[in-house]
């Protein structure tokens, strides 16, 4: 049975709050927390956020798609943040919790944005996923909201009313280079009015021979219908994006990168089943940029987070009943 408005606000009031560095300083070593936002917009995909680091520093992320990828990657020094409230700033970047719902701004570099985001589903916790040795991370996804406000694409303004909107959150501790990498998507259906919304990740080693972890959460309406894992969810890759990233960021890491690299399938595909269930979806790559963070440890390294608007065709049984859609995805691919 859905819950109500109030029932999902309050439900990810208590999950969402942002855990903080640490007390000991060891732990602050390796210690990594991010806020995500994605919004399916009509013809666009804006993707925000807000990353702490175990040092204190803060980064502020604002990309847009809209045929190519453009945008900005912010540092912050001292960014506001504290354990236990969802409210933070960093500098001209904020999040809000006002009135059951999530308010994000940036008023700095990069697409200049404002959004207020209403949680239209249940949130979901998963704690310690491992990211090689001796490394986890936890995830807190509220996978649903609608999305009101506007963004800057191009140098004009885009005002939007109830577009599908996708949020997660994650900390833990774990090296950017280390033994992992990652697959990641949000499918939404391209009419808002259609119930259904599948998430996946894979987790795999950094050579990508080894899968640690793979799961498919299918939504309907604020449901979280079916959460399909390991041996239940299998994942195939086809092809190669060989184009050039449309955009990178930060600009000045891009130098010590080739124009072409085979990071990103031109298809991803998975199956997930369990008993008389199912689930497909086939997810093509239309144009990518990438996200650029140095290697903690190789110092010469590059660690490419690969942000790919997608299209996807998902179809299924659940309970039953038979569902498909198409609409836009956006697909995630770490490498290095």
């Known amino acids: ?26 732990a602050r070593q390796a210690y990594k927390e991010w806020q995500h936002f994605i919004v399916f917009g009509e013809g666009w995909t804006l993707l925000f956020n807000l990353s702490l680091e175990g040092g204190g520093a803060g980064k502020v992320t604002t990309i847009v798609c809209q045929g190519e990828w453009q945008g900005h990657v912010a540092q912050c020094p001292r960014p506001d943040v504290r354990p236990g409230r969802l409210d933070a700033t960093f500098y001209r970047a904020a999040m809000r919790w006002r009135d059951g719902r999530y308010e994000i701004l940036n008023h700095g570099g990069g697409p200049r944005m404002e959004a207020v985001l209403t949680p239209a589903s249940v949130p979901s916790l998963s704690h310690h996923i491992r990211v090689g040795s001796g490394s986890h991370l936890s995830w807190c996804l509220v ?20 577009r599908l909107a996708y949020h997660d959150h994650n900390w833990g501790r774990f090296r950017w280079g280390g033994d992992f990498s990652w697959e990641w998507g949000c499918a939404v259906p391209r009419d808002p009015a259609v119930p259904w919304m599948v998430v996946f990740s894979r987790m795999n080693d950094r050579a990508r021979t080894r899968t640690t972890a793979t799961s498919v959460f299918l939504l309907r309406g604020g449901d ?113």
Not at 311 to 329: K, Y
Request: glycine fraction near 10%.
């Open 224 to 336: 979280i219908v079916r959460y399909f894992r390991n041996a239940e969810a299998r994942f195939t890759t086809e092809g190669i994006v060989e184009a050039r990233p449309s955009g990178r960021v930060p600009a000045a890491a891009a130098l010590l990168l080739p124009d072409q690299d085979r990071d990103v399938p031109r298809w991803t595909r998975f199956d997930a089943c369990r008993g008389g269930e199912s689930l497909s979806g086939e997810v093509e790559a239309l144009v990518r940029g990438q996200i650029l963070v140095p290697s903690e440890t190789d110092v010469r390294g590059v660690v490419r987070l690969n942000e790919v608007d997608a299209r996807a065709r998902i179809r299924g049984i659940c309970a039953g009943e038979a569902f498909q859609f198409e609409g836009p995805c956006l697909l995630e691919v770490v490498r290095g």
């Open 143 to 162: 996978p649903r909201l609608l999305a009101s406000g506007w963004v800057e694409i191009g140098g004009r303004r885009v005002s939007f009313e109830d």
């Open 1 to 26: 049975m859905s819950l109500s408005a109030g029932r999902l606000s309050a439900l990810a009031a208590d999950a969402d709050p942002w855990r903080g560095l640490p007390f000991e300083i060891e």
